[in-house]
């Protein structure tokens, strides 16, 4: 669902990363997937890292928590 992303916020990941933050959801899928706090303070909110596998390679995306759903962050 791309409508949960605000596309200046996904162009920026895509240009960074080459990836778009859409694919978080696919490293939520790993039924092994990992949730940590990340915490920074010039961050201003409570942020966590998501670490899973999606094919052959490991990835960690950074989200918050908005609506019960994961928010990417680029």
Do not use: C
């Amino acid at each position: 669902m791309l409508d949960r992303f605000d596309p200046a916020k996904d162009a920026v990941n895509r240009e960074k990363h080459a990836l778009p933050l859409i694919f978080g959801d696919r490293i939520f899928d790993d039924e092994d997937h990992l949730i940590v706090p990340s915490i920074r303070a010039q961050d201003g909110e409570e942020r966590f890292k998501v670490i899973g596998g999606v094919g052959q390679k490991l990835f960690t995306g950074i989200f918050v928590w908005r609506d019960d759903q994961p928010r990417s962050y680029p």
